[in-house]
């Protein structure tokens, strides 16, 4: 998994690199957007003197007439309402920048007085929907999020509730938790269906009683599809099965019992099976090992050539110094085939054949293109699977390929904006969007952003506002990636970290800071003071723990603790009297 440190240190910062190489802290663009036009507001309704305002007009034409009452039911009157699909890093932080945004009457404005943008695709005009007269301006949106999880899962501290660094709330805090000082209404439901042309998503209430399971139909004026990706178990036979994921608390619970178990029935040896050698897998293999100790016997099945191909060289030189300090074995350039309950069928393949200077290949190469023969692994305690990605279900099976127009992996495309091409009242981020990065080379293969937290983070403030934007007719913008650098853990009070291509940090340093900053990137500031309370208690707690075994035994060295007594010496009626109070 690769690790991120969010769109900005502080939401109010973003950094941005120059064209020159350095660096410069900016003000966020929402921000400076806001201030501008509040300012412009400020100014229109500041009076001049001798001159007659326009409201000095609209105070005289009240005293001649009443004003008019707008009408029961009028279609202008109704609330507009933003419907999140995914509860992840992509959903969750979108919705909470909406919640922040100014709306209501803090946005209210006459025609023309906005800033300007030349064309409906630059400002928030909905060009494919309904007209802007169907629902209030005036009014805050109603901002419903759906997601068929309780909990937000914070997957890169995965590994430490697996290790049993951090608990459970720490690192999946509820939802309704999360919520509870916001004014988004959660829904834990299923997905079902999506009508586009009526702006209606389908969904199945998850965990409620057979009388509220019916298939709910909701409205919207503005979609956010943050739906996520899945793994590819189902991909291969038996690994669906037999294979433990990695994606969800419920998935890291259970392989935290499931070790307890292997811990306790007092094998001498336990053999775990790793599948996928990328960030999720390394850091994974890492902590099992340190966690098993000696009796762990730990393998990384990857499929590619090397480990980590999207880290940087630093990173990645760290991660095999502390898979050989480890003693974890890699198997690179291996297709798994089928998985049992105790071990799996792999297939090894050749490198790529290389070709001579004359164009001929070697007699090695030529051998190569015969097919390999399948072989075994046998006596695995525990299969983890970590390899590969593939997009949302319901992306799959109820969004239509004449609706959104796809990539070879599935994504929906987007535009610049992040929204879908002809339907521009459904923005799409996260792991289900394909992004083109706009500094491809010209003439080569569009290249679009990886499936990381670190983009997912970024894209949930532009796609926040330009949903905003294009609901109070304001300019939207294009999504810009900032690539802040990558954090993984290597083991207890081990990681290494590369921030912005140039520091690198690596060992306990490395490993607390990385701790540090996800803490800095909880989703809200109430949980982010919790869980950094508790992290800065264990080191004194630590501390203290250490200081009372140290007064302990220099008791004892003098003659005055508790464990002086020698075993053959008899208890005393004082003793029993001390014991006994």
């Not at 069928?345 to 030529?366: F, I, K």
Request: proline share 6%; charged share 25%; hydrophobic share 40%.
């Amino acid at each position: 998994m690769q690790a991120f440190i969010g769109s900005a240190w502080l939401p109010a910062r973003y950094w941005r690199a120059t064209e020159s190489g350095g660096l410069h802290t900016i003000t966020s663009l929402r921000r400076q957007a806001v201030h501008r036009w509040s300012r412009g507001r400020a100014a229109r309704r500041m009076p001049l003197r001798g001159v007659a305002t326009e409201a000095d007009d609209r105070g005289a034409q009240t005293a001649e007439q009443p004003r008019r009452q707008p009408q029961q039911g009028a279609p202008y009157a109704r609330r507009p309402r933003i419907c999140v699909l995914g509860g992840g890093f992509g959903g969750l932080y979108a919705a909470l920048r909406l919640a922040q945004l100014p709306w209501g009457r803090d946005v209210r404005r006459s025609p023309g007085r906005g800033p300007a943008a030349s064309t409906p695709s630059e400002r928030g005009s909905d060009s494919a929907g309904s007209s802007p007269s169907t629902y209030s301006r005036l009014l805050r949106p109603e901002i419903v999020l759906i997601d068929v999880r309780e909990r937000f899962v914070f997957m890169p501290l995965l590994y430490e509730l697996v290790t049993g660094e951090m608990s459970a709330w720490e690192v999946a805090p509820p939802f309704s938790e999360l919520l509870a000082s916001t004014d988004i209404r959660f829904v834990q439901a299923q997905a079902t269906a999506l009508d586009v042309a009526n702006k209606v998503v389908k969904f199945r209430r998850v965990g409620a009683d057979e009388a509220t399971t019916a298939e709910t139909s909701l409205s919207f004026e503005r979609l956010v599809i943050a739906l996520g990706s899945e793994d590819t178990r189902a991909l291969v036979p038996g690994a669906k099965a037999f294979a433990l994921g990695f994606r969800s608390v419920n998935e890291a619970l259970a392989l935290r019992e499931r070790l307890r178990e292997l811990e306790a029935s007092g094998k001498e040896t336990i053999r775990v099976v790793v599948v996928g050698g990328g960030y999720s897998g390394v850091e994974l293999a890492c902590n099992l090992s340190d966690r098993l100790r000696t009796r762990g016997q730990v393998q990384i099945i990857e499929r590619g050539r090397d480990i980590m191909l999207n880290s940087t060289e630093f990173n990645r030189r760290q991660a095999k110094r502390a898979l050989q300090a480890r003693r974890i074995a890699v198997e690179p350039l291996t297709d798994v085939v089928e998985v049992a309950a105790d071990g799996l069928r792999l297939v090894a393949r050749s490198p790529e054949p290389h070709n001579g200077g004359d164009g001929s290949s070697s007699s090695s190469s030529s051998s190569s293109n015969a097919s390999p023969s399948p072989y075994e692994l046998r006596d695995v305690d525990l299969i983890l699977w970590t390899a590969g990605t593939r997009v949302n279900a319901f992306l799959r099976e109820h969004l239509p390929d004449d609706i959104a127009r796809r990539n070879e992996r599935g994504q929906l495309l987007t535009d610049t904006f992040l929204r879908l091409h002809d339907h521009p009242h459904i923005t799409v981020l996260g792991d289900a969007a394909c992004v083109i990065d706009p500094r491809t080379a010209p003439g080569a293969q569009p290249r679009p952003y990886p499936m990381t937290a670190q983009i997912a983070l970024q894209e949930a403030d532009y796609a926040a506002w330009n949903v905003w934007a294009s609901l109070t007719d304001r300019p939207l913008l294009p999504f810009e990636y900032v690539h802040l650098g990558e954090m993984v853990t290597l083991g207890r009070n081990d990681g290494s970290i590369n921030l912005l291509g140039v520091f690198n940090l690596t060992g306990r340093v490395a490993h607390h800071l990385r701790r540090a900053a996800y803490i800095a990137r909880m989703p809200t500031d109430a949980h982010r003071i919790r869980v950094g309370l508790s992290y800065a208690a264990q080191p004194l707690a630590e501390l203290l723990g250490g200081m009372a075994s140290l007064a302990g035994e220099v008791l004892d060295a003098v003659g005055q603790g508790q464990r002086t007594r020698r075993p053959g010496c008899t208890r005393g009626a004082s003793d029993t009297e001390k014991e006994a109070r």
